[in-house]
């Protein structure tokens, strides 16, 4: 058996008011896929960053043994000198910098001071063909998709002769053939006795990859698992296991079951969409969505599936206050009547809400507390005369935070100390609280536990009790499968199907997503129509 590279011994981190490791133990033998798995909150991400020196030492109880001598990280550079590298799930790579530039940003190949470019772009092109990436090391960072980059990233860290590589939630914004790759990458990394720390909430892609795992919950290594003795061995584990040790008990029902709306405006159209058509902000020539017709009842909550490129979050901020693109043409429509959302701040006032994915740019205000992100949607209904009542705030954040079960000591703590999953939890309270008629929620689970999931899960599904139209825009098909009554799939900007959720299956589902080009006349066949992939198309 392989010794171990990393051993981490009792290792204790306490923050103002909350104590985020207590006594936490991990090893990670030589040429080993080690997973990390926990609720959010639960210590992942701080325990990574006391290993790589983010956390200096002194700062916290515990102590690191790498390759068998005792560490004292003060800093970053002091954990790379050793070869351990962590790659962030915000990715720390510069736009307007080359692929060349960015694999060797702090770590050039100079000499006497001067960079030597020629032994740069011959290491650069030798990294990417390691990582197996088949682009220029000129081309801009700008010009790549997000699973390239995160090769880039794979690329800048083996530039640093890594011996263990921190991977924190690596596939979180990648589509299915981007993580295969990357998760094939991890395995060929491990073939080659790099050591790897995996930090994922995708428990199939544990058992797929990984060797072991630790369960870490509120702050505690729970327990480690050996996943499989040999690579390719089948994986040991289930996810039910897995989700019993990270959440402390049983999620039976992990989808709720729905409860239906029954109030007086039951099975009427709240909101409609009809012809909504949108060109790119900057290449006008082009359409992202094109002619997109669709409606949403209230108490239903309708998903919205589709490929990365589709024009699924395009349509729904372009809805939503006209806030992407180039608007063309098309009506939104409120009870029947036509009504204008050429701003946010029209949109919100007839009653729209949108969640957005990118909730540290768009959703939160990062530097403020808790009570006042909110109440930011909801501003007008809690003040007066221009002041806000700052005891109505706290008791509405106070309110929230009992209900959505956000994990903090206090509503005035920062929202940018707050895990993923619980930041997502104040987007939600933000526009609940808002009392919208109509909820567009683009990838509320993205990047959080199952645990905080299936409590998202079920405010959905009082907001559709409560009468809400609730529209669900997800790359996970079982999730829509889970929790929608409807499924509209999106393909080139176009909407290719509509199907109810009995008839619906990941397959058909996949195959209205596929469609080429509805435009191409090579795709006229409209196929059988006994097919249920094929009927409900609108």
Request: aromatic share 4%.
């Amino acid at each position: 058996m392989a010794p171990h590279v990393l051993e981490m011994r009792g290792i204790t981190k306490t923050f103002p008011g909350v104590r985020a490791l207590d006594g936490v133990d991990i090893s990670v033998r030589t040429g080993e896929v080690h997973a990390i798995c926990g609720e959010n909150g639960a210590g992942k991400s701080t325990l990574m960053k006391v290993l790589s020196g983010v956390h200096p030492h002194g700062t916290y109880g515990g102590e690191i043994r790498f390759e068998g001598e005792p560490c004292e990280f003060r800093d970053i550079r002091a954990s790379e000198r050793r070869g351990i590298v962590i790659i962030h799930q915000e990715l720390a790579l510069v736009p307007q910098l080359s692929i060349a530039e960015n694999i060797f940003l702090g770590n050039e190949r100079a000499t006497r001071g001067v960079i030597s470019w020629s032994s740069t772009l011959v290491e650069t092109e030798r990294l990417l063909r390691r990582v197996g990436l088949d682009e220029r090391p000129g081309t801009r960072i700008s010009e790549l998709g997000v699973g390239k980059q995160q090769l880039v990233e794979i690329a800048k860290a083996l530039a640093k002769r890594v011996k263990l590589l921190i991977l924190d939630e690596p596939t979180a914004a990648l589509n299915d053939e981007d993580s295969r790759k990357l998760l094939e990458l991890i395995g060929e990394l491990r073939d080659q006795g790099i050591s790897c720390i995996l930090i994922s909430h995708k428990l199939n892609e544990i058992r797929q990859v990984a060797d072991t795992v630790t369960v870490i919950r509120d702050g505690r290594s729970i327990e480690t698992l050996t996943v499989r003795e040999s690579p390719g061995e089948p994986s040991r584990i289930t996810d039910e296991q897995l989700i019993e040790r990270m959440v402390g008990r049983e999620l039976d029902r992990f989808y709720p079951d729905r409860t239906p709306y029954t109030g007086d405006r039951a099975g009427q159209v709240a909101l409609t969409v009809r012809d909504w058509t949108v060109r790119h902000p900057v290449d006008t020539g082009r359409t992202v969505v094109d002619s997109v017709s669709f409606e949403v009842r209230h108490g239903e909550i309708l998903g919205l599936a589709g490929l990365m490129g589709a024009g699924r979050t395009e349509l729904a901020m372009s809805v939503f206050g006209r806030s992407w693109g180039r608007y063309e043409r098309g009506t939104v429509e409120l009870h029947g009547r036509e009504i204008s959302t050429r701003t946010v701040a029209e949109a919100v006032r007839h009653g729209i809400a949108y969640v957005t994915e990118d909730r540290k740019t768009y959703g939160l205000n990062l530097i403020d507390t808790i009570s006042r992100n909110i109440s930011l949607a909801a501003l007008p209904r809690m003040a007066s005369r221009g002041l806000v009542d700052a005891h109505s705030e706290r008791q509405v954040a106070e309110r929230f935070r009992a209900s959505m079960n956000i994990k903090a000591p206090t509503v005035f703590e920062q929202v940018g100390r707050l895990s993923g999953g619980n930041q997502q939890k104040v987007v939600l309270s933000q526009w609940i609280n808002a009392e919208p008629q109509v909820l567009i929620l683009d990838e509320p689970t993205r990047g959080i536990d199952v645990g905080a999931k299936s409590e998202i899960y079920t405010v959905i599904d009082q907001l559709a009790a409560r009468g809400k139209a609730v529209v669900v825009i997800s790359s996970e098909l079982s999730e829509l499968l889970g929790i929608c009554d409807r499924i509209a799939t999106m393909a080139f900007g176009r909407l290719t199907g509509v199907l109810d959720r009995d008839e619906a299956t990941q397959e058909g589902l996949m195959r209205l997503m596929t469609r080429t080009n509805p435009a191409d006349p090579a795709d006229a066949d409209p196929g059988d129509p006994a097919d249920p992939a094929v009927r409900g198309e609108g």
